[in-house]
């Protein structure tokens, strides 16, 4: 099993924050369109003394699912509203 964990910094957060919460919600609702991924979970930073945003934990059951899953439709339309106010992000992938 592959376990994929993004954190993410975006632009003018308190100004974005109602894209964040939309966003978490489409990350989440990923699950009942792409059979590949066994789950999936995101959440929005509680600690302001964080500098990441928002938190995404993938996991399916090796690197071609999360192939499928990195460029799969749905997926990409999220990635492209995470990108307009995307600052930075962080990812590792690892095998459990």
Do not use: W
Not at 16 to 30: S, Y
Not at 59 to 83: F, N, S
């Amino acid at each position: 099993m592959i376990k994929h964990i993004v954190l993410f910094k975006f632009k003018d957060y308190s100004e974005n924050i109602k894209n964040v919460e939309e966003i978490k919600r489409d990350l989440e609702a990923l699950k009942t369109i792409i059979p590949q991924l066994i789950s999936i979970k995101a959440g929005i930073n509680v600690n302001p003394k964080e500098a990441y945003h928002l938190a995404l934990e993938v996991e399916v059951k090796d690197m071609a699912d999360l192939e499928i899953y990195a460029t799969h439709p749905e997926h990409l339309k999220v990635g492209k509203r995470i990108r307009e106010i995307l600052d930075s992000r962080s990812c590792v992938d690892y095998q459990i």
